[in-house]
């Protein structure tokens, strides 16, 4: 589980996470998958919260149109875990995110258990179409560009 050294970003929002019950696979630690899970949570309560953006009737969504992570440590229920959030590229109607996985328990100083890439384009509901960040989600999308 481990993948070449990485430069950890240092991310300008985080937010904790709790493994459940049944996130663990049968090798006894949070399944691969589930990752992407997490991550793809605390962008969208962020998106929410910070940007507005509306899930429910809002005209702009945002699709996930690509994603990869190296899995660096092993992480297991029960546990409190840790999703560091960074803008990487913000661009006309996508962006792309790096995100970390961390475990607070782990030694210090901190290392990720995982580091991620997403990346989302923001789309017209009624016709898939990509269109303009609206200019709430910009703005709080803006306070999460990764130095570099």
Do not use: K
């Not at 919260?49 to 190296?70: K, W, Y």
Request: charged share 20%.
């Amino acid at each position: 589980m481990s993948a070449p050294q990485q430069q950890v970003p240092e991310f300008a929002h985080r937010a904790r996470v709790s493994t459940r019950w049944g996130d663990n696979d049968v090798y006894g630690h949070v399944n691969n998958a589930v990752y992407y899970q997490y991550f793809d949570s605390v962008i969208n309560a962020y998106l929410i919260e910070q940007g507005g953006l509306d899930i429910h009737a809002g005209e702009t969504v945002g699709f996930i149109v690509r994603s990869e992570c190296d899995y660096l440590a092993p992480v297991a229920y029960p546990g409190e875990l840790e999703v560091g959030l960074g803008v990487e590229r913000l661009g006309n109607s996508s962006v792309t995110y790096r995100l970390g996985l961390f475990d607070p328990r782990a030694a210090q100083p901190l290392q990720p258990c995982a580091l991620a890439r997403m990346v989302h384009v923001f789309v017209r509901r009624a016709d898939s179409r990509p269109v303009p960040l609206p200019a709430a989600l910009r703005e709080a999308l803006q306070r999460l560009v990764l130095a570099g």
